[in-house]
């Protein structure tokens, strides 16, 4: 092949006239000749006009071509950067601190400054404040304590008793949102997710009282889409923007070109931040008066209004209080019992419950089911009552208020529509909620608020709920309409969520008549709500 090759190349180029055109055609006969080689990755075909080179495997890339190129550096790439496995940053072990620097650590930590307010306390953050949180304090602090309608006088002047001390700091965590500067630093992140972990259950209870007592005779579902209507994630950009703080949220942007997706999450934590922070200073009453003067919030707003529903007819009278009028903000948020009241609550438990409930005493259920419940929940607690009468009526209104808890809807709903356990378990739910995350807040001071708020909903979950009261066999007191009785006792997906409808309603009853602290000793003494250990976080 060599020699034909040369011999040809010889004389074709002898023969030719230029010199650089080749042909083969001369001394080749007019069939083509093809020549295998098995050990070259090519395919010579010689024909009586020209001689081609086709890539055996179809997957070869051409020598210069940019794909070969870049498969031959990934490739290099894996050899000289291979990828190692990190372990995730919770599994990596860090040195403990000795125990001088972990007791000089929480002997300097902010949290342990206040004896007298724990909750306060722990919302504080664990490090001191440096001087970038002190420049952003005087560059922006007094304008947002000019739009929510507070003194300009720095609040560190007041007295040490006064949990308002504390507000510049709490006010200043509640705007450090994820995505500004600051939340880089620890103590400034956790700070900020502890206060938003607190304020949408300060939130959630301050609407429940103030709808409950405005609406006496609503049910919940109503009550819950005014809420959403007014404080759902989609609408908080639009109180931001009325008080004049989008600023100081977004200093670089403008918050009506900036996405849903870039506006409603920081907006929605400064938000529930900043009601956190006012509760830990200045209470609830302060928290009506930011949502309804600051914010301008109207329940009466065509916006806020529910969706038309088939109402039932409620022919049962109201308290006298709720009768012919509808309470306002103020009404609710400044108002004190009576020095000789009988609940720590009243208002709130005459709309909770109907004075149409004393037609129930002496019933069966008063005389066979009310002292086995009675003596599980360790009723009625001891009170130093000035008159013994107060004492007694005060006894009579817990059964009948704990009958209604036990009186599921399917029995006189359709004929008296509010003689049944729903307002008094809206209410228990909400205030279940607040004391858990003040419980979990006070427990765990360098948790940050994600962690509290999963560890918050798994210690929650309707059907631990309900177990806690299964576990004390009080649901063997429910009463059941006559048609539903047997299906609600033998179907468990019926009677699961009846349990737990019957255990929020007897906190929201401890807490209109003996307030909070019965909450907490109902939750974490009587069912013991650290019972079920929720999987790790």
């Known amino acids: 092949m060599e020699q034909l090759s040369s011999s040809h190349l010889s004389n074709s180029s002898r023969h030719s006239p230029a010199s650089r055109e080749l042909s083969f055609s001369s001394n080749l006969s007019s069939f083509s000749v093809r020549i295998h080689f098995k050990s070259c990755k090519q395919r010579v075909f010689v024909s009586s006009s020209r001689i081609f080179a086709v890539a055996v495997d179809p997957q070869e890339l051409p020598q210069n071509s940019p794909q070969r190129l870049l498969k031959e550096l990934a490739e290099r790439k894996k050899i000289a950067f291979p990828k190692k496995k990190i372990p995730a940053k919770h599994y990596i072990l860090k040195p403990p601190l000795d125990d001088a620097k972990l007791a000089e650590r929480f002997l300097n930590s902010p949290q342990l400054s206040l004896n007298q307010f724990p909750l306060l306390s722990s919302c504080l953050p664990f490090s001191r404040?440096?001087?970038?949180?002190?420049?952003?304090?005087?560059?922006?602090?007094?304008?947002?304590?000019?739009?929510?309608?507070?003194?300009?006088e720095p609040s560190h002047q007041l007295d040490d008793n006064n949990p308002a001390k504390q507000f510049d700091t709490l006010l200043y965590l509640a705007f450090q949102h994820p995505s500004c500067e600051r939340t880089n630093a620890k103590h400034i992140r956790a700070g900020h997710s502890r206060l938003w972990f607190l304020g949408q259950y300060v939130l959630e209870l301050a609407f429940a009282e103030y709808f409950l007592q405005r609406y006496p005779r609503e049910s919940p579902a109503p009550m819950r889409e005014r809420v959403y209507a007014l404080i759902g994630k989609r609408f908080l950009s639009k109180w931001i923007k009325a008080a004049s703080l989008q600023n100081l949220i977004f200093p670089f942007d403008d918050i009506d070109k900036l996405m849903r997706k870039e506006r409603e999450p920081p907006v929605k934590t400064v938000f529930w931040a900043l009601f956190g922070a006012i509760y830990l200073c200045f209470g609830m009453p302060e928290v009506y008066r930011v949502l309804f003067e600051v914010f301008g919030m109207d329940p009466e707003d065509e916006s806020c209004q529910p969706k038309l529903?088939?109402?039932?007819?409620?022919v049962d009278y109201v308290s006298v209080e709720f009768e012919g009028k509808q309470l306002s903000w103020q009404d609710v948020a400044f108002y004190k019992p009576p020095q000789d009241a009988l609940f720590a609550h009243p208002r709130?438990?005459?709309?909770c419950v109907p004075p149409g409930m004393h037609r129930f005493l002496g019933n069966i259920w008063d005389f066979d089911s009310k002292p086995h419940v009675m003596r599980a929940l360790g009723y009625p607690l001891r009170m130093t009552d000035r008159i013994p009468e107060i004492t007694d009526a005060r006894n009579?209104?817990?059964?009948?208020?704990?009958?209604?808890?036990?009186?599921?809807?399917?029995?006189?709903?359709?004929?008296?529509?509010?003689?049944?356990?729903?307002?008094l378990e809206y209410v228990g739910q909400k205030i279940q909620d607040i004391v858990m995350a003040e419980r979990l807040l006070m427990k765990h001071l360098d948790a940050p608020g994600r962690w509290l708020q999963e560890k918050h909903r798994r210690s929650l979950m309707n059907k631990f709920c309900g177990r806690y009261l299964r576990d004390k066999y009080l649901h063997r007191f429910i009463i059941y309409g006559d048609n539903v009785q047997d299906s609600y006792e033998h179907n468990r997906r019926l009677r699961n969520p009846a349990t737990t409808a019957v255990q929020q309603a007897i906190h929201g009853l401890a807490y209109t008549v003996y307030g909070k602290a019965e909450v907490r000793r109902l939750m974490f003494e009587v069912f013991d709500f650290e019972q079920i250990q929720p999987k790790a976080v």
Do not use: V
């Open 129 to 152: 404040l440096n001087n970038a949180d002190r420049t952003w304090m005087d560059e922006y602090l007094l304008e947002a304590k000019q739009a929510l309608g507070y003194p300009l």
């Open 348 to 351: 709130l438990f005459r709309a």
């Open 396 to 423: 009579i209104e817990l059964g009948l208020g704990l009958q209604l808890c036990f009186l599921h809807p399917s029995k006189h709903k359709f004929e008296h529509p509010r003689f049944c356990l729903e307002r």
């Open 309 to 314: 529903r088939r109402q039932l007819e409620d």
